[in-house]
């Protein structure tokens, strides 16, 4: 068939859950055996999120290709099990950054560049390429923001273009959110009637309204919504608060929301979607049989999304352990050698976070240490990892001074250096080791028993490795190399032999972590936790 397009847009306020909303619908339709993926139009100027501040914009998420995405791109990969990648995400900035480098080559011939057509059809372009090139049945684009923002009307005004080019191949569905007021005692519906109105004012008129709100949406509610937005009563779909986004998909089924797309696009609806495994995953969740603490180690841990999706991964592995992970958020600024046992005590695992810059890295260190000594499960990403080097160095090694380059440029003893081919990198942007690189792991170490593999790949983002000059020196003292990048021999795993659990990883195996495919990693972790636990 040709390929359906569906656009979901927002409205009211944001972070109503368009991500989950899109990742909700993709899981129904593949559940159905159709090929589906997903992509986010986010409407700020710069060219990815790879510069922004996590405090501003949560984490960066990294795909097999090396594209610094929008966390959303991670539900995405969660969700539906389907490897994302740079088509998936497009910002303004990289839509006129590919205007503005056609105008100077001459492209245009002369015309006048504009917002309409040369904008709107660069948005279009950016939108069709995942059907015309992959040839998805189904390619759903989330449009960041609020519908009224000035940095979303291009977006709006492309939709409203290929509804009217391509007909009932294309579908809008409207997310508001339609609020409880306990003064009064009822759901108020006027928000999601302004935000249509709005809608309308542009040129689109929403197929399907999906209302998010905290208490259910009577048929009374739901006839006054029909009535004032101009779509059927079966197309407003009820949105309720869910006690986990994974509970979304099956709430969406009920709802027969994916029913309503397929009516709309004229696809004919077969059976019901299976989401047996799905189900079974969530049953595990709510009905756990062990229950451990993981201390998550880091200096954003006051925002929840900057570490999204190691959360995520620990509720994958919750999930398929059947046991319930409580992360505990530490700010490593926070930690040092009078307060390390008060902040870490009782914690059955230790992961240190991945992160840049000097800030709150000698709190990260002493948690190490104390991960180390007291024979705590320990998992390193990243940074994370780097900062374990260090502190072997320091305090097993005996190299007081041992350092990061990039925290200490003067250090006398660099364990972790800057990559031969990042120094003559002046750009922030897009220049990292960024994407998929493989790896060989060490016979006879437990990165190798975790794997039951002996070759494979991970997703990095990061400009600092192991220095390999001391690499004898760690392995004589017992942190040996246990994977290796065969190309370049860098050192992507570290692990201490005489510890029970304790490795570090210069990847973000987070990055690669699903429902069907929780990462081996975090599973392995979890149950070092559980037996550090029982152990007591």
């Known amino acids: 068939m040709n390929t359906k397009y569906i656009f979901v847009t927002g409205g009211v306020t944001s972070s109503l859950g368009k991500g989950i909303i899109s990742s ?34 949560g984490e960066c998420y990294v795909t097999e290709d090396g594209a610094e995405t929008d966390l959303d791109l991670g539900h995405y990969e969660r969700f539906t099990n389907v490897p994302t990648s740079q088509a998936n995400n497009v910002t303004t900035g990289r839509i006129y950054l590919s205007v503005i480098e056609k ?70 569905i409207h997310l508001t959110y339609v609020p409880y007021l306990a003064a009064a005692g009822e759901l108020k519906t006027k928000p999601t009637q302004h935000s249509v109105k709005m809608m309308l004012e542009q040129g689109v008129q929403p197929d399907i309204i999906v209302c998010r709100c905290e208490r259910p949406l009577n048929d009374g509610i739901k006839n006054k919504i029909a009535l004032f937005c101009n779509v059927d009563p079966l197309c407003v779909i009820e949105s309720i608060d869910a006690k986990t986004i994974y509970d979304v998909p099956v709430l969406m089924r009920e709802q027969q929301l994916d029913i309503q797309v397929l009516n709309k696009v004229k696809v004919p609806v077969e059976g019901i979607p299976d989401l047996t495994k799905w189900e079974d995953f969530l049953y595990k969740l709510k ?30 592995a919750s999930g398929s352990l059947q046991c319930k992970v409580n992360v505990k958020m530490i700010h490593s600024e926070g930690i040092n050698d009078e307060t390390v ?36 499960p320990f998992l390193g990403i990243c940074l994370g990892m780097q900062c374990a080097v260090v502190e072997f160095g320091r305090n ?21 250096d800057i990559m031969e081919d990042q120094k003559s990198v002046c750009k922030k942007g897009g220049t990292m080791r960024l994407g998929a690189y493989p790896c060989v792991l060490t016979n006879g170490s437990k ?28 392995e004589d003292a017992g942190m040996i190399a246990a994977g290796i990048n065969p190309k370049d021999n860098l050192v992507e795993i570290v692990e201490l032999i005489d510890h029970p659990w304790f490795v570090g990883v210069q990847f973000h195996p987070e990055y690669k972590s699903t429902v069907v495919n929780p990462h081996p990693l975090f599973l392995n972790f979890v149950k070092a936790a559980i037996e550090n636990q029982n152990k007591g």
């Open 396 to 416: 097993v090694l005996g190299l007081t001074d041992a350092h990061s380059t990039e925290m200490n440029p003067k250090t006398k003893y660099p364990v972790i």
């Open 447 to 474: 990165a190798k028993s975790i794997y039951q593999a002996t070759d494979i790949t991970e997703r990095h983002r990061h400009r600092y490795e192991f220095n390999n000059e001391y690499k004898q020196m760690y």
């Open 24 to 57: 909700s619908l993709a899981k129904l339709l593949r559940a159905r055996g159709f090929t589906v993926t997903i992509q986010k139009l986010d409407p700020y100027i710069n060219i990815d999120p790879g510069t922004l501040n996590p405090y501003e914009h």
């Open 341 to 376: 046992n008060e902040k870490l005590k009782g914690l059955n695992g230790i992961l240190v976070a991945p992160g840049f810059g000097e800030r709150g890295i000698e709190g990260k260190i002493t948690a190490i240490k104390y991960a180390r000594e007291n024979n705590v």
């Open 287 to 316: 009905h756990p049989n062990n229950e451990v603490t993981i201390g998550l180690v880091g200096k954003y841990v006051e925002l929840k999304d900057a570490y999204k999706s190691i959360t995520e991964s620990f509720v994958h």
């Open 103 to 172: 105008e100077r080559r001459g492209d245009f011939l002369g015309e006048t560049v504009q917002v309409i057509p040369h904008i709107t059809d660069e948005i279009k372009h950016r939108i069709k390429i995942l059907g015309t090139e992959s040839k998805f049945d189904f390619v759903i684009t989330e449009i960041g923001g609020t519908v009224g923002d000035i940095e979303s009307l291009p977006y709006i005004e492309a939709v409203r273009q290929m509804r009217w080019e391509m007909g009932s191949n294309c579908v809008v």
